[in-house]
């Protein structure tokens, strides 16, 4: 049975980290207030904007170094450490100038790495836990660039933070989350923990507690939410956010998978089903591959009879045919899409290999005429 790795997350705080605070500090008040009753609730962290990186200019971009005495004082005060987003060096300067205790890089930040070395750079030497967000565009490469940016400057606790992808006319999701990216992450960096921001995925309150179970259910190691006194009438991304009452309502709801603690009985039941998936994944590459090679038979008749290899009246075929059949097995509609639209793809990619070979085969031939 997989066990969650021992990182520096897990070694400080029990799973799953939970971080909650405001987008935005709008008052002393309001962050000490609300910091407190988080406490009261369970969380663990204390999140607080301080400097917001807005998309449209003339919004509210935070209070700004004012704010950063009222965070501390409501952290210490409610017994919870504290975190902000740092988007420049001059806001590492004032950070570490006000012992604030994590900080993160936002995803307006991630995708820039002049920003995001300029960050490292003023870490040189510093020991504190720093966060970072994937980049606003579903860019693996990008976001694992500025992991190792703040690695290079010789930071030991880093952790990713999932808070989805920008995307144009998407409906349901504030920020799509695209699972397959921080997936792959974890994949490459198994050491590196990764918690989900459900609020900039949803962006909107009711999605708040599918993502964040969701993201349970693939083993995150936290959940950062925002979580205001008055949600309605905050003064950024109002939409999403909740009272404490609502988080720690969530926050109970949420089932939380104890792989540590699995029963003998549970994973020989385990073992075998994923013995019978394996079986059943060996046959569907079976499969492909002979599709595949009846693919290679049709573009070498292409080939010959000089057609294009792609024929879209026979894609679309295709496509109607197998939705058709599809539907009676309730899979999602998009995953029938992406799935022959890679089978396709590689059809496409093999036929267009046979051509190029044959295309060497006639000229060699016609060289030896
Ligand atoms: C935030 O956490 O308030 C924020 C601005 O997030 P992101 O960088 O994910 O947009
Ligand atoms: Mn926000």
Known sequence: ??????????????????????????????????ARDLKKRGAHLLRGGIWKPRTRPNSFEGLGTIALPWLKKASVQAGLPCMI???????????LAYEVDMIWIGA?????????????????GVDIPVWVKNPVNPDLNLWIGAIERIQNSGIKKIAAIHRGFSSYGNKKYRNPPHWEIPIELRRLLPELPMICDPSHIGGSRELLLEIAQY????????LMMEVHPDPDLAWTDSKQQILPSTWQSIILQLFHPQDKKIEAHVSDKLQKLRTEIDAVDFEILELISKRMEIVKKIGAHKFINQLSILQLERWNEIKESRAEKMYSYQFES?????????????????QSDIFEELKKQDNSSNENH
């Open 334 to 350: 998009n995953f029938l899409d992406s799935f022959l639209g890679i089978v396709h793809q590689e059809s496409i990619r093999i």
């Open 215 to 222: 993201a349970l259910h693939l083993n995150y190691g936290g």
């Open 108 to 124: 307006r930040s991630t995708v820039n790495p002049f920003t995001v070395q300029s960050i490292a750079d003023a870490l040189q």
């Open 85 to 95: 987003e740092v988007a420049s060096a001059e806001h590492v300067e004032l950070a």
């Open 1 to 34: 049975m997989e066990q969650r790795n021992k990182n520096w997350l897990n070694q400080m705080f029990s799973e799953p980290v939970l971080i909650a605070g405001p987008c935005s500090i709008e008052s002393e008040e309001q962050i000490v207030g609300v």
